[in-house]
């Protein structure tokens, strides 16, 4: 029975080699009854489908996939999810696939050269002069060089079956494709030159040697018909390699998790795969482990590097009731931690599945090249047609060579691959480049949308500011100590519940940790609307605003001119009294975040107005926008108004963009032209959200809009090449020019139809060395490297420079340890060494107290010093 919410389900797709091929896929699978849409992605030989959750509409959609001479195979798993009705899909690794698919056109590169080679030296040698094989040269020898011209074109079309075996299946389906223009061509070629031998034959049979020789050299095309699938398999190959380095980030991401976990399951320590965790399991974490899925700490302590997830390279120390996340790596310490989320449910596999969704979605630019490829084969088939009847009818009457000749160059010249992979290259790289700078993309309709983007509306609190208070100004009274200020503020916030006594103690804690320590206080009292009053160490003691101390009769004196000060700067002051004199004031405010000035100033570098949203007073609002520098302050602003103020702008004619983080910015990010949540933020505005910020960083605004404009500009550089290629080459191939003396075989032809489908590859692939403006944010680009599983010796690297090198790049390093005494010591040492990001091959020996490594080119003396000092241990020397 179909479900009554629509499904999803994502298909492998097997056969396709052009653009014409994906909107016949997409076109067979979109019109089966019960989809709901369907979205093929060239690139990633997949499709994404919606439809009514019945079974055998996926039946349906693999058979009429199937006879349109190409292959889908579901993803979907039986997971919990599955049986609670609805479906998900398996995330595959794009890595193995791509290798596949290289190593195949490898192979079949290699054998066309095999037989290619001899066959193109046999055809062309006598007009290039090049030296006569013995046996197959001259009038002698022209039948045997014939024959065996034949029998190597057979074996390069028999290596190169599948483009027949598509392309005609694909012309009898009356949906062409590249492939059939490629075996029309070859085909054409192949079956005039059988004719040829046939008349070689005929002639040497009545002794006609002219006749003979002149059916050899004007009939013969096998070297064409050869040549040909060379060339395209070459292109192919390059094109198979380009394309597998599209989807790194995906694989990168996807490695990250380890593959094996250490639970407990009755009171035993034993390692499982990690797929195979289950929720509130109990997990053991030690140094140099990768954490193997989502979690909070129920025992221990650990330090945990999380720039994989956060892009922050300082580690952050783990505590129970802390959470940690998976494929996280903890540096030093050991923690035993509760599973809260496993499988598909954890924070990376989220982060995958965005990635991957919006590399499989559509941008409206590409529903364009679309409907333009749809009828592209079509149209080369009838060009070549009337080609062939323009020449042999009216430019050479009866010239069947020449006439033939240029309808197959127009066939293998044209390129409808050049113009499907246009678009769907330049936006998976650089939706791969925005999660590498920690911006998640979730479709490519918002990619595009963000560059035509002239207003950003940011929300205040938690987005421009950084969402919580802290304490900002101290000024103690005449004659007061700081510390003595403190104590009395510390026993009175300790006992509060509102934000700012919680700020308040988080200073005092950092400042002085034992500053309330052994403090006696009773009648404890809130005031509302003024502050606090209690029996401090039997004294009566204050804390409030300035209201509150003047009913009080308390005289404030110099401070009262510092708590105007402050308030200009949208700092809340509060002051503190005992025994009916004043301590001191102490500042607390929601500061604005270390680059949200660097983010409003480069938004307005890229031409765009910024708006701030909040729903705090006009003074405090006009404080903080006077700071970061925004166009305009809209102040006092309720939840639900947010909504309506975007829609105004957009109803103006603006293009807008909304940049939240809470529930109340949930209906206007899902308003705006592309909402933006802060990834700090709740689930409802990421989820409302069509661009995610990881970082929380307001800069990532200007950034993910700079990469927007970059990859727009590369699609449209790669959709002017494809179809100016086409425009140019086919008119070319046609023979206009051949009046001035310039004309192309089918040979060239192959060849330049197999460069344009490279460069635009490789044009896309240029996005991956594209930097946001910000140098700050250059520098923090994360290059996610592999997890590896317990037991090895190969830690990963934490630069890119540094996977790239290998092993070129490390240099073996030998500390001198002192203090270890047993196996015990020996296995501490070599975990603090293993947790170091960049050092591999750790080995420690207890007779030598030494340890030796490959450490990389950033990893210093001292780091490694610190890691075995923090275990325990001295290190003496390091060679």
């Keep these: 029975m179909p479900s009554e919410t629509p499904a999803r389900e994502t298909f492998d797709i097997t056969g396709m080699t052009c653009a014409a091929c994906q909107a016949r896929v997409q076109k067979v699978a979109g019109e089966t009854k019960g989809v709901t849409n369907a979205s093929v992605n060239l690139l990633k030989n997949s499709m994404e489908l919606t439809y009514d959750g019945d079974p055998a509409t996926i039946a349906a959609v693999v058979k009429a996939i199937d006879r349109a001479g190409y292959g889908a195979e579901p993803r979907s798993t039986a997971t919990s999810a599955a049986k609670a009705g609805r479906t998900t899909t398996t995330l595959v690794n794009p890595k193995a696939g791509a290798q596949r698919a290289i190593k195949a056109k490898r192979d079949q590169l290699v054998w066309s050269i095999v037989f290619g080679v001899p066959l193109f030296y046999l055809a062309m040698g006598p007009m290039l002069l090049w030296p006569e094989l013995p046996g197959l040269a001259g009038m002698e020898g022209m039948m045997a060089s014939a024959v065996t011209q034949l029998l190597l074109a057979t074996c390069v079309l028999f290596v190169n079956r599948e483009y027949f075996v598509r392309g005609f299946t694909s012309l009898v389906n009356l949906a062409p494709n590249m492939d059939s223009l490629i075996a029309i061509g070859s085909t054409a070629s192949y079956a005039y030159s059988l004719v040829g031998i046939y008349q070689m034959a005929l002639s040497l049979g009545v002794a006609d040697l002219q006749a003979a020789h002149h059916a050899m050299m004007h009939n013969l095309y096998f070297d064409s018909a050869g040549t040909i699938l060379v060339l395209i ?41 990690t797929e195979d965790v289950r929720v509130g399991e109990r997990v053991i974490v030690r140094a140099g482990e990768s954490v193997p899925v989502d979690g909070r700490v129920v025992e221990g302590s650990a330090s945990i590097d999380e720039s994989a997830i956060t892009g922050e390279p300082i580690p952050v120390e783990k505590g129970v009731g802390d959470a940690v ?46 409907r333009i490829a749809g009828v592209f084969v079509p149209t080369v088939i009838g060009i070549a047609a009337v080609t062939f009847v323009a020449w042999i009818a009216l430019f050479t009457p009866g010239n069947f060579s020449v006439a033939f000749n240029h309808a197959v160059v127009v066939l293998v010249i044209s390129c409808p691959c050049a113009l499907g992979l246009a678009t769907p290259t330049a936006i998976m790289v650089g939706t791969e480049r925005g999660a590498k700078f920690g911006i998640l993309i979730k479709s490519a309709e918002a990619l595009e949308t963000a560059c035509k983007l002239d207003t950003v509306v940011l929300d205040k609190t938690g987005t421009i500011t950084e969402g919580r208070p802290r304490v900002t100004d101290v000024v103690p009274g005449s004659e007061v100590e700081e510390s003595e200020l403190f104590r009395v503020a510390a026993a009175l916030e300790r006992r509060s519940e509102h934000p700012l006594a919680e700020a308040i103690c988080a200073h005092v804690d950092e400042r002085y940790p034992s500053a309330d320590g052994g403090v006696a206080i009773t009648d404890f009292e809130q005031i509302a609307g003024g502050g606090l009053r209690a029996t401090v160490d039997g004294r009566l003691a204050l804390a409030g605003n300035a209201r509150l101390m003047e009913a009080e009769g308390i005289s404030l ?21 005992r025994d009916g004199r004043a301590l001191g004031m102490v500042a607390v405010a929601d500061t604005v975040k270390p680059t949200s000035q660097d983010a409003i100033a480069r938004l307005r570098q890229l031409g765009i107005r910024t708006v701030m949203l909040t729903g705090d007073q006009e003074r405090t609002a006009r404080a903080v926008a006077n700071q970061v520098g925004v166009d305009e302050v809209i102040a006092g602003v309720l939840p639900d108004q947010k909504d309506r103020l975007v829609h105004d702008l957009q109803r103006k004619g603006h293009r807008v963009a909304m940049v939240g983080d809470g529930i109340n910015d949930a209906p206007a990010l899902a308003r705006a032209d592309v909402g933006i949540a802060i990834g700090a933020g709740t689930d409802v505005a990421i989820e409302s959200a069509d661009v995610v910020l990881m970082h929380s960083d307001p800069a990532d605004v200007a950034t993910a809009i700079e990469l927007s404009r970059a990859t727009m500009r590369d699609i449209r550089q790669n959709l002017f090449w494809a179809l100016f290629y086409n425009s140019i080459c086919i008119p070319v191939a046609m023979g206009v020019l051949s009046p001035w003396g310039i004309s192309l075989n089918p040979m060239m032809g192959a060849a330049a139809m197999g460069f344009s489908s490279v460069f635009v590859v490789t044009n896309a692939l240029r996005l991956f ?111």
């Design 233 to 273: 398999t070459l292109g192919k190959y390059f094109e198979a390699r380009a394309k597998g380095k599209t989807t790194s980030a995906i694989s990168a991401l996807m490695d990250l998790a380890p593959k094996t976990a250490t639970v407990v399951r009755e009171g035993q320590e034993i390692q499982v795969p």
């Design 325 to 370: 996340t998976g494929a996280t790596v903890s540096q030093r310490g050991w923690i035993a931690m509760r599973a809260t989320a496993v499988g598909d449910d954890t924070t990376l596999a989220n982060i995958i599945r965005l990635v991957d969704e919006a590399t499989s979605s559509k941008a409206p630019i590409e529903r364009m090249a679309d």
């Design 557 to 577: 004196g110099t401070l009262d001119a510092h708590a105007d000060a402050v308030a200009t700067q949208a700092k809340t002051a509060l002051f503190f009294a």
């Design 769 to 879: 060395g594209w930097e946001p403006s910000g140098a700050g944010h250059r520098a923090r680009a994360v290059e996610v490297t592999p997890a590896k599983d317990e037991g090895t010796t190969d830690n990963a690297s934490g630069t890119a420079e540094a996977q790239e090198k290998g092993s070129d790049s490390m240099a073996v390093r030998t500390l001198s340890i002192e203090g270890m005494m047993c196996e015990h010591c020996v296995a501490h040492v070599t975990e603090a060494l293993k947790g170091v990001r960049g050092v591999k091959n750790v080995h420690v020996s207890l007779e030598d107290k030494s340890a030796t490594l490959d450490a990389g080119p950033l990893v210093s003396n001292k780091r490694l010093e610190k890691a075995v000092e923090d275990a325990g241990y001295k290190v003496t020397s390091i060679a």
